[in-house]
């Protein structure tokens, strides 16, 4: 079967239409182009056929543009034996320029430089031959009907390709934009989670193992300093959660920076650092763990800090949920550029009552130390569960 030959464009009917009609009208008022030639095409009718052609090549000019400039070259070339129709000529013009215009790439690049060598050739040979001035109108006109149309065809389809161009660039530039912005939210969740995890989880912790040692014993006493316990870490978690829902607050009176000059030193800060320790320490020690804190650094960038605060209240939370009673070590020590964390308790089953874990606090701590470009590390070792992290203190790329 036959392939179907693509459905002329409806500007490109108009155009052949036109110049049809067009054809017609100059042909019936007789103007022609002004040539008296003696072949045998000299008959009233043979003008029409080269105009009919042209006008049929017209209807290509987007379709099918190479097979319509070289119908459309063998239409011009047969008017040339006729008196000459002023119409061929223009809609021959017309077919170089759409065959750069909505030719392919090859099309677009070579028919400029042929209607260019034609242009020279038909300046050069005739000028050589016939030693005339007049002879150079040879020349100028194949280059107004070729190589003229051609050029402005080039120019157009350089800036339609550039239109295009820019137009994907921008749509690939809102495309990046838009992942960008996506991956910044991702990245912003999964930051205020471990934020929400280290800030909550040390709490509800204490309050979970206390509570559920009221309940088991039949002693006021104990359950009285339970009690004391849990109030305790209540009111700390509570305060610690008003902090972090400041942070996410605008600036103002009632945001964090109006509330900085009226805040109580003993609340936890928003952004703790190393020197919030030993007040860490302090609160672990009131939970009932046993805890000796071995720590010294000098000048340590605020992003580490966050960090080694971070890691060392999640073991310790860890520690309050999972290890068995005894002394719990935390040594923070800065050599070679590098902070190192360690935090070592005792690793084994314990007796009394524990909170369920979820794994988030050891996927928190390792998060922080890889954004650090650091390493991280948490296992059993020997009789100890021991966490070790290592956070340089040169800011940079993480690798």
């Known amino acids: ?41 000299d008959r009233g009718w043979a003008i029409l056929i080269p105009l009919v052609v042209t006008a049929g090549c017209e209807l290509l000019r987007r379709t099918r543009p190479r097979a319509a400039l070289a119908t459309g070259t063998v239409a011009i070339v047969a ?13 021959f013009t017309d077919l170089v320029y759409a065959a750069v215009l909505y030719g392919s790439a090859a099309s677009a690049r070579r028919i400029p430089w042929i209607t260019g060598v034609l242009t020279v050739l038909g300046t050069v040979v005739p000028f050589a031959l016939w030693r005339t001035p007049q002879s150079l109108l040879i020349g100028a006109a194949v280059a107004v009907l070729c190589l003229g149309p051609a050029a402005t065809g080039w120019v157009v389809r350089n800036h339609r390709d550039t239109a295009v161009a820019e137009r994907l660039r921008a749509e690939q530039t809102a495309l990046l934009a838009e992942l960008d912005r996506t ?49 305790e870490n209540s009111v700390a978690g509570l305060a610690e959660m008003r902090r972090l829902i400041g942070i ?42 046993d805890i000796v804190l071995d720590a010294s650094w000098e000048e340590v960038p605020v992003p580490v ?9 999640e073991s310790l939370t860890n520690a309050l949920k999972h290890a068995r009673p005894g002394r719990i070590t935390i040594r923070l020590a800065q050599r070679d550029g590098v902070l190192r964390v360690r935090v070592s308790s005792p690793y084994g089953e314990r007796s009394g009552p524990r909170a369920p874990g979820s794994g988030a ?19 059993p070792e020997g009789p100890s569960w021991t966490v070790r992290a290592d956070l340089p203190l040169a800011q940079g790329d993480p690798a």
Not at 3 to 30: E, N
Not at 256 to 272: L, M, S
Not at 305 to 313: D, G, K, T
């Open 248 to 289: 996410l607050r605008a600036p103002g009176p009632e945001g964090p920076a109006g509330r900085a000059a009226t805040a109580d030193a003993r609340e936890p800060a928003a952004t703790p650092s190393l020197d919030g320790l030993g007040a860490l320490v302090d609160r672990a020690r009131a939970g009932g763990l």
């Open 183 to 231: 991956q910044a939210v991702t990245e912003e969740r999964a930051r205020m989670a471990r934020e929400l995890h280290d800030l909550v989880a040390n709490h509800l912790s204490a309050i979970a193992i206390h509570s559920t040692a009221a309940l088991s014993l039949d002693d006021p006493g104990t359950s009285k300093d339970a009690l004391a316990v849990i109030r």
């Open 305 to 313: 800090e966050l960090a080694a605060y971070r890691i060392v209240q």
């Open 79 to 91: 008017d040339l034996f006729t008196r000459g129709s002023l119409a061929t000529t223009v809609m």
């Open 361 to 379: 606090g050891l996927v928190g701590m390792r998060e922080r130390a890889a954004l650090l470009g650091g390493t991280f590390e948490a296992g």
């Open 1 to 41: 079967m036959a392939p179907r030959l693509p459905r002329p464009h409806r500007d490109d009917v108009l155009i052949a239409a036109g110049g049809l009609l067009g054809g017609l009208l100059l042909l019936g008022a007789g103007l022609r182009t002004g040539h008296d030639p003696t072949s045998v095409l």
